[in-house]
């Protein structure tokens, strides 16, 4: 009982002006009055706030004429594996007879292991610029290099002659581990370079060094691993690189000069050991996706599911602002993503036309601790592996000025780029490519999930056209995690056309002759075995 008292004032948590919007409009904020209210303390994974968020999704899914997901529940229980640093660990520099500790958040902070509890390497260090072996461009970081047994020390990037996306693919941590680990690494010590010092300063980043990671768990309880990696096991920020190549042939100066420039890195060994240490305290915990399923009518496509996605969670309680508050209500990242995904639901339903192809509507969790429900849901689908045939994610739009045109990221790579551009240009919106592709917004939301799982997908948000920039920059630089980001920052009228747009091209997509195709030869489809890439 006492849970549901606490619950009552969630209908009063915003001006009561319901009565002066449209049905439309009144339908979409109201999920989001609920979802982004103080009561539910920010959506954290694991929390209580949270599993009740999921309860109001499933009867929501309900009430808009949803059944239950294929498995015959509304909710996927997500095994989670939370992890993050139990101590500031070591690093120690051995050049012949000179032995150099490196300051713990002045020159270096440990990174935790959801796998493994304590790691404790030392190893000659090879410099391997970025870390990247790109078989489509016949790039490699490795060439002439012997690694094997050693620690390599990578820049914290990707070269800048690679498509955006790519660059933002191959520039994640976990893809440089592991092709550390392909070429016989023991280890590896990423290096801030310049993009990462222009967005996110060591200094920042280190004040982070304590905040959890996480990830899923294998049937054996251990965290999911697709494969061998290097031990990633400490991040060297601007002043420990200068340690770290001072006395070495190849000068860090000259690094940070040919990374701005654009230019292949110089390659090689440091002539130095490098001795460290990465404590990690690890623990379990559950949470849940939400998969309501719209089926089909056409018995020849039914079997194939599109995908309509948006993250549920948030990242809780936190550092109070200036006012004072300490809750990070999430309004539009991602209440209002999960609000219009729940209006899609219901337009399909309203239109008394059932598309041909089935529809999953899928509330994903543990988005903002890297992706982590939707990584789960696209490896362990509760439809049959192979009969998902597009995604289409909604995760922050930026709501707050009337938009004029769309960026789609991963628009480019699969036929679903034209349908969305058909559909936009319907409502006169033009497509626009990605207007920060240093932010790498394309390995930051869920349907990244699903193209590493070789599944079209795209994720969609208002673009810079006009008001735009200003307005997404404002949003970015003042709200974005942070307390002020509730539900008075939001323009409903821009909300419903947001949900008109993703329910057309849902309904193109569903209703299609052709299921969506990766272009031939896209590099996502081809890593991933996607259909149509070969």
Request: no cysteine; glycine share 10%; aromatic share 8%.
């Amino acid at each position: 009982m006492r849970k549901s008292l606490l619950l009552l004032p969630l209908l009063f948590a915003t001006p009561a002006t319901a009565q002066d919007l449209p049905p439309a409009e009144a339908a979409l904020k109201a999920h989001v009055a609920f979802l982004a209210s103080d009561a539910m303390r920010g959506r954290d994974t694991g929390s209580p706030e949270l599993a009740i968020a999921e309860q109001y999704v499933a009867a929501q899914m309900l009430a808009a004429g949803l059944a239950p997901g294929p498995n015959g529940t509304w909710l996927q229980p997500v095994p989670l594996v939370s992890f993050k640093g139990a101590d500031h660990g070591t690093l120690t520099l051995t050049r012949g007879t000179t032995v150099t500790p490196l300051e713990w958040g002045k020159d270096y902070v440990a990174r935790s292991n959801a796998r493994e509890a304590k790691v404790a390497l030392t190893g000659e260090v090879v410099f391997a610029g970025y870390g990247v072996t790109d078989r489509a461009t016949g790039y490699d970081d490795y060439k002439g290099l012997d690694v094997k047994g050693k620690i390599v020390a990578i820049l914290r990037d990707a070269p800048q002659s690679l498509p955006s996306e790519v660059r933002a693919h191959l520039s994640q941590p976990e893809e440089q581990a592991k092709n550390a680990a392909a070429h016989g690494a023991a280890g590896v010590i990423l290096i801030e370079g310049n993009t990462r010092h222009a967005i996110f300063p060591f200094e920042a980043s280190a004040g982070y060094w304590n905040s959890p990671g996480m990830t899923w768990a294998d049937p054996d309880g251990r965290a999911h691993s697709d494969g061998p990696s290097a031990p990633a096991f400490a991040y060297v920020g601007m002043a420990g690189a200068e340690k770290l190549f001072a006395g070495s042939k190849i000068k860090w100066a000259e690094i940070l000069a040919a990374d701005k420039a654009g230019k292949k890195l110089p390659t090689g060994a440091l002539g130095v050991t490098a001795q460290g240490t990465a404590n990690t305290e690890i623990k379990t915990l559950s949470a849940n996706n939400v998969v309501g399923l719209l089926e089909g009518s056409d018995p020849a496509l039914r079997g194939q599911y599109v995908v309509i996605s948006a993250h549920l969670d948030h990242v809780g309680v936190g550092k109070p602002d200036a006012k004072g508050d300490t809750i990070y209500n999430g309004a539009m990242d991602n209440a209002v993503g999960t609000a219009s995904m729940l209006e899609v639901a219901k337009a399909f339903t309203a239109s008394g036309k059932r598309p041909r192809r089935s529809i999953l509507f899928v509330a994903v969790t543990a988005e903002e601790k890297g992706l982590v429900g939707s990584d789960y849901f696209a490896a362990n689908p509760t439809v049959p592996k192979g009969s998902i045939v597009a995604d289409v994610n909604l995760d922050m739009p930026v709501l707050t000025y009337k938009f004029e045109d769309l960026v789609v990221y991963g628009a480019d790579r699969t036929s679903i780029g034209p349908t969305v551009a058909a559909v936009a240009k319907a409502e006169g919106l033009a497509l626009t490519p990605d207007p920060a592709p240093e932010q790498a917004s394309f390995v930051r939301s869920d349907h990244y999930s699903f193209v590493r799982a070789g599944i079209p997908a795209v994720s969609l948000e208002p673009g810079p056209a006009g008001p735009g920039k200003a307005a997404v920059e404002e949003f970015g630089e003042k709200h974005y995690h942070q307390p002020s980001d509730e539900i008075t920052l939001i323009d409903f009228t821009q909300g419903v056309r947001f949900v008109k747009l993703n329910y057309a091209i849902a309904r193109a997509l569903a209703d299609a002759d052709q299921r969506p195709l990766w272009n031939k030869g896209d590099f996502f489809g081809t890593l991933y075995g996607g259909p149509g890439a070969k």
